[in-house]
């Protein structure tokens, strides 16, 4: 029978040493469950075939077809990809919506004597289960959000609290962007879909009976929408302020963000749609510091111009509680690690 979960931690405990999403790649490709390995017994071009089929001349055609396709592929998938496997290997395998794609493989697996099963209702379950968790339900952690004006490495901080042993979410670092204006990263951003599978596999990873700090964002991470229950608990968390001085971030930030300001192009084409904004004036002074190669006083000018007023406004808005300010000179390793080991204290003490 196939296996069913009630929610989505219990999914993701699931136990099983490998976990086997059958699906074409460009399903995978959207989305999957974390961890799994797509073993494809229909690929794209083949699933496309037979849905056509079964649309234009007949399902019993395109069921034989796909029968066919199905254990060719499962065939060569044993052969090669899973071939080193013992014979006390337990995999959980899954497709669309737990039928047929997933039933044939799972059934070939078990005959050969490996403990093969199958998720019931397939990635359509599971998409249900992170809609629920990540949608429908509170989010069973304490939020606290690391806040500060742009350039403060607060992203850099959560990397040295986890050293520490602080549970932390990088935001930021699931959705593969920077959070702001310049802050597209190689490779672009993962799916919506995606996006939601790292971040609740993220949380579940976590023990709900102590607090989890996180960078305070916007609704949006570039592209990427934080999921209601993600939003509110941000929304509600009391806020450690990072302070630093305008030299130390625009020093800092010049080196963070040196792929872009080094793409001149790319950085005209992300500057000049501010000018409805910011006033042509200003946008012109920053493309003049652009042109002449001034990277630190650029960084400056945005911060001052743009980056630091809107943070204000935002502020004025938003108003939150305050556990603590840290106030770090210099945003160099020294600096961070210090910070780190005070943001530390200050949890301990809640």
Not at 100 to 112: C, H
Not at 230 to 244: G, K, Q, S, Y
Request: aromatic share 8%.
């Amino acid at each position: 029978m196939a296996l069913k979960f009630k929610d989505l931690p219990q999914l993701y405990a699931h136990g099983f040493d490998t976990v086997i999403d059958v699906r074409s790649p460009a399903e995978f490709a959207e989305d999957h469950l974390p961890g799994a390995i797509n073993l494809p017994v229909l690929d794209n071009e083949e699933r496309a075939r037979v849905g056509t089929i079964y649309k234009q001349q007949s399902p019993f055609l395109a069921r034989k077809l796909g029968a066919a396709l199905v254990f060719r592929n499962a065939a060569n998938h044993i052969e090669h990809r899973l071939s080193h496997h013992k014979g006390n290997w337990r995999p959980l395998v899954y497709c669309w919506r737990g039928g047929q794609r997933s039933g044939s493989f799972t059934w070939t697996l078990q005959q050969i004597g490996w403990q093969a099963d199958v998720v019931d209702g397939g990635y359509r379950t599971y998409r249900r289960l992170v809609k629920e968790y990540l949608y429908d339900q509170p989010l069973p952690f304490q939020l606290i959000a690391l806040d500060g004006f742009t350039g403060t490495a607060k992203t850099e901080l959560l990397h040295h609290l986890d050293r520490r042993g602080v549970q932390v979410v990088d935001l930021e670092g699931l959705a593969n962007h920077r959070g702001s204006l310049l802050g597209e990263r190689p490779g672009g951003q993962p799916s919506q879909k995606a996006f939601e599978s790292a971040l609740s596999a993220a949380f579940c990873a976590l023990d709900p009976s102590r607090p989890v700090v996180v960078e305070a964002e916007s609704s949006k991470i570039g592209d990427r929408i934080l999921p209601p229950s993600v939003w509110t608990a941000m929304c509600a968390a009391p806020r450690i302020h990072i302070d630093a001085p305008l030299s130390a971030r625009s020093a800092y930030l010049t080196r963070a963000y040196d792929d872009i300001l080094s793409d001149t192009e790319r950085l005209r084409d992300r500057l000049s749609p501010l000018r409805s904004h910011r006033g042509h004036e200003v946008v012109d002074g920053w493309l003049n510091l652009m042109s002449s190669g001034d990277k630190q006083a650029l960084t400056r000018a945005l911060m001052e111009q743009h980056y630091d007023p809107a943070y204000a406004k935002s502020q004025r808005q938003h108003p939150a509680k305050t556990l603590a300010r840290i106030e770090i000179a210099r945003l160099d390793g020294n600096g961070l690690k210090g910070a780190a080991d005070r943001i530390k204290n200050t949890l301990d003490q809640l």
